[in-house]
């Protein structure tokens, strides 16, 4: 029974881009979303009409549904609409005068002045004449790009940078591959697999697996969490699948995951960062037993007897022995022979939601490659023994199951919509790890790197050199951000604080639709509509079941005064018209002289359905359109079975067409390199980290911290909402009423610290504090603390050395790449130390800090505390 007047459907996939998951019934009433529920393919769709598909496994079946297995974030995505956080009209620092003093120094400090839209939109369109006139254009950096709400037209990130690249040029943030970070620096040089470097022949791997694993190997993964923002429930739904057919599932990770907590058969727990010596010592058992796939690897496979010489120990005079690994990662020698020995019995896949800290930690290539090698050595691509990539995305490779190119519209389509990032990057660029080192970059002086690091460039684009600023430009002057939570997602956000204060930014622009992170830094913020307010068209590919595209209409009017992206930036190209030149017509130019709907036909007309099957009547009737199982979809190859069986005639992206244990690209380009040599190794310390438990930094910082995906949150989005903040593992509210962020700490540990359930702690080294509340566990490993990364800022005191009472735990991670010649984030697996806190002292210190509690334990912040007059 409907409770509304009117149903509309939206794509609710809440870290993307156009394309996504979770379609989703929306009910509103009275202009005002009052639920949203999942959507029943069989009110306008039978089985028959959607090819309905099934796997047959050992006497069962496993089948789509005819139900969408949305994500709890779907469901409770009406209170970010309505929260009392959303930045209700255009606001800027009271202290920045574009035509006197702009005090940088107080970014983060002072409060905020309610401006027209009039007032904002002249102002920005004075500073970039200003800025372009003075400097040049590429002193204007642009942030768009990363995770946001669904969008194609309204775009979550990008509108900008098309708005600048059409009216002269900008300096632009390039995307990482973040949560495949080791992937893209390490597998790619052992078997190539573009353009992730994670395995990307998934065509039919969960039927391959169902019929012929014996087990999956979980290594730092977690289905029953990460999938939420991006595909709902089917990678949970799998899980049970795999248990009611026998397939085991073994979970290696410092933590027990909610996956882990509910399917695993077997947890092997492990320090973080510490999987290489793991990999290495079962490599060694598999050396000296005899006991791997010696044909395999002597044709699929090149350079296998450098990889032998060093586990053996003939290059160091160390064998990389189960015990030598026991001292290192805390896995029992016995548990790793175990575990060695019976994935060389059995047919074993492995499997990665992105991976986790597992991948996103210092020197993150090494474990990358030396899982690609262990496949290799037991012959990976032969049925049941694959890769599993993105177990959340999509079930089999979706493109495989129906005729929609997966993820995005054609490309002559997808470069007309306005959300849409550039496709090439600029001349000028900045890596999204080395933000903070270009803000601060002295006159005359350069930042250098290798690779564009964006994750779909070749991977010989890691052996291209680049530098900012360009020669003859002037640095960075004006940032306009889309994406303002650098400091809460990348490494080392203490750091990009203190960048934000430097003298060399001019104006720091934020668009968002709250107020959280970095806006809470910026000169102006304009306020953005959410994805339930908006007009718009939407692809669903990644849920695992049918894919469809969506007709989206808005379920509520728009808040207070606030514009999607695309209005809004078409409000600045409109005062930029009025300059004349360059800005003629650019207006004009962006919107192609087009309404939203107009836009919304070209979507459809451009998404991939076959034109006889095109109804324009029928979807905007309906609201969506869903596409039949492609046919045949069972009979294609699996995996890397065309590898294994022909490497000639189906060769890996390597320069040798093989699986490379010696990487010839970086034998070539660095051949010095200690950090990231040809041939993966553990890598104790080095000259640009020191994060071991080995190390002389540990006698003060003992513990690794995990910081994970979020099970609460989709990265930095959902922290404030009241529905989840209730969970006893979402937040732990302390004595003094505050909600802080859980710190797992394990028994034996907090014993020693003296610390229990409910008590505010201190996780802290050198770069900082960040607050948590303790939640005592033996699902966390000796030796660590788990605290999920994407909290956000609620800074006492902001900047390195700074401390931060939200949890943000990304401020106090190292400012250091992957590597010397590896541009990745470093946000997993570093050292902290723990403490308990006395909070009263430090309100007594910082008393200023806690005038205004922002953050509740009901709702979180509340955007008047950050005005000048609420």
């Known amino acids: 029974m409907k409770t509304s007047d009117k149903t509309i459907y939206k794509n609710m996939s809440l870290c993307s881009f156009g394309n996504g998951a979770n379609l989703t019934a929306v009910d509103s009433k009275d202009g005002k979303v009052v639920r949203m529920r999942p959507v029943h393919y069989d009110e306008h769709y039978t089985k028959e009409d959607l090819n309905y598909w099934t796997i047959n496994a050992k006497g069962h079946t496993f089948e789509p549904g005819m139900k969408t297995l949305n994500s709890p974030f779907t469901f409770i995505y009406k209170t970010r609409t309505y929260s009392p956080n959303r930045i209700p009209f255009p606001l800027k620092r009271v202290d920045w005068d574009p035509n006197g003093e702009r005090n940088p120094q107080n970014r983060g400090k002072s409060k905020f002045e309610r401006i027209s839209w009039d007032e904002a939109t002249d102002i920005i369109a004075s500073e970039i004449k200003r800025i372009d006139e003075t400097y040049g254009r590429n002193s204007i950096f642009c942030q768009g790009d990363g995770h946001g709400e669904t969008g194609s037209i309204h775009g979550p990130h990008g509108t900008m940078a098309n708005l600048l690249d059409m009216t002269g040029g900008l300096t632009m943030q390039a995307r990482q591959p973040d949560s495949w970070e080791g992937w893209y620096w390490g597998a790619k040089h052992a078997w190539g697999n573009e353009p992730l470097g994670q395995n990307t022949h998934q065509h039919n791997l969960f039927k391959d697996i169902s019929e012929n694993s014996d087990a999956l190997l979980f290594w730092g993964c977690d289905p029953e969490t990460t999938p939420w923002g991006w595909s709902g429930q089917q990678a949970s739904r799998l899980c049970f699948w795999f248990t ?137 691509g032969k049925p049941g023994r694959n890769q599993v990539k993105f177990i959340e995305w999509a079930l089999i490779g979706m493109d495989s199951f129906n005729p929609l190119p997966p993820g995005h519209f054609l490309p002559e389509v997808r470069a007309c919509y306005h959300g849409s990032v550039l496709g090439e990057l600029p001349a000028s660029f900045i890596p999204k790890t080395l933000v903070p080192q270009c803000i601060t970059v002295k006159e005359g002086e350069k930042v250098e790197w290798y690779g564009h690091t964006t994750s779909r460039h070749h991977r010989t684009d890691q052996f291209k050199h680049f530098q900012f600023p360009q020669d003859g430009d002037h640095g960075i002057k004006m940032i306009w951000s889309d994406s303002p939570c650098w400091s809460t997602c990348w490494n080392g956000g203490n750091e990009f604080q203190d960048a934000l204060t430097n003298p060399n930014l001019e104006f720091f622009l934020v668009e968002h639709p709250w107020m959280e992170n970095d806006t809470l830094f910026a000169d102006m ?62 207006a004009s130019h962006l919107t192609g002289d087009m309404t939203v709907e107009e836009w919304q036909e070209i979507g459809y007309r451009g998404s991939g359905i076959p034109e006889d099957e095109q109804d324009l009547e029928l979807i905007k009737k309906q609201g969506y359109q869903m596409l039949p199982t492609r046919e045949g979809w069972d009979k294609e190859p699996a995996g890397m079975i065309e590898f294994y069986e022909d490497p000639d005639n189906n060769p890996m992206e390597t320069p040798t067409g093989k699986i490379e244990f010696y990487s010839t690209g970086l034998a070539n380009f660095f051949p010095d390199d200690p950090e990231r040599q040809p041939v993966a190794k553990w890598i104790e310390e080095s000259e640009s ?169 009901e709702t979180g912040t509340n955007v008047y505390d950050y005005l000048q007059e609420a």
């Open 689 to 857: 980290h020191h994060e071991r438990i080995s190390c002389e930094r540990a006698k003060d910082y003992p513990f690794l911290l995990v910081s994970n995906h979020p099970r609460w949150r989709i990265h930095a989005n959902f922290d404030d909402c009241p529905w989840t903040r209730e969970i006893e593992t979402c937040k732990v509210v302390g004595e003094d009423g505050y909600a802080y962020e859980p710190v797992w700490i394990n028994p034996v540990d907090a014993e020693k610290l003296g610390i229990k359930s409910g008590d505010i702690v201190e996780v802290f080294n050198e770069r900082g504090t960040v607050l948590g509340g303790a939640y005592v566990s033996e699902r966390i490993i000796p030796g660590a603390v788990l605290q999920d990364h994407g909290a956000e800022t609620d800074p006492i005191v902001s900047g390195v050395g700074g401390i931060d009472r939200g949890g943000a735990n990304n401020l106090i991670a190292p400012s250091n790449t992957s590597s010397k010649n590896a541009a990745g984030e470093v946000t997993g697996g570093y050292l902290v130390g723990v403490r308990k806190c006395d909070i009263n002292a430090l309100k007594e210190k910082y008393p200023e800090a806690f005038d205004t509690q922002y953050y509740t334990a």
């Open 525 to 586: 913020i304009l306020p953005i509509s959410t994805t339930l307010e908006l007009d718009d068209f939407g692809v669903d590919t990644y849920s695992g079941q049918f894919n469809s595209v969506i007709w989206e209409e808005h379920a509520c009017d728009h808040q207070y005064e606030s514009l999607s992206d695309y209005e809004a930036v078409v409000e600045v190209a409109k005062k930029l018209e009025k300059f004349g030149g360059i800005y003629e017509d650019c």
């Open 244 to 380: 009611e057919i026998g397939v085991k599932q073994i979970h290696i990770a410092p933590d027990v995951n909610y996956a882990n907590a509910v399917h695993s058969d077997m947890w092997i727990p492990i320090l973080p960062n510490t999987d290489a010596a793991m990999q290495l010592a079962i490599a060694y058992v598999w050396m000296t037993e005899g006991t791997y796939d010696t044909e395999y690897v002597k044709t699929h496979t090149d350079g296998f007897d450098w990889f032998e010489y060093y586990v053996l120990g003939n290059e160091d005079g160390v064998p990389k022995t189960p015990e030598w690994a026991e001292e290192k990662c805390h896995v029992p020698a016995y548990r790793i022979k175990a575990l060695a020995r019976y994935w060389a019995k059995h047919n074993v896949s492995i499997g990665h939601c992105n991976g986790g800290s597992y991948i996103r930690s210092c020197y993150s290539h090494e474990p990358a490659r030396l899982e690609v090698y262990l496949l290799a050595m037991q012959a990976v």
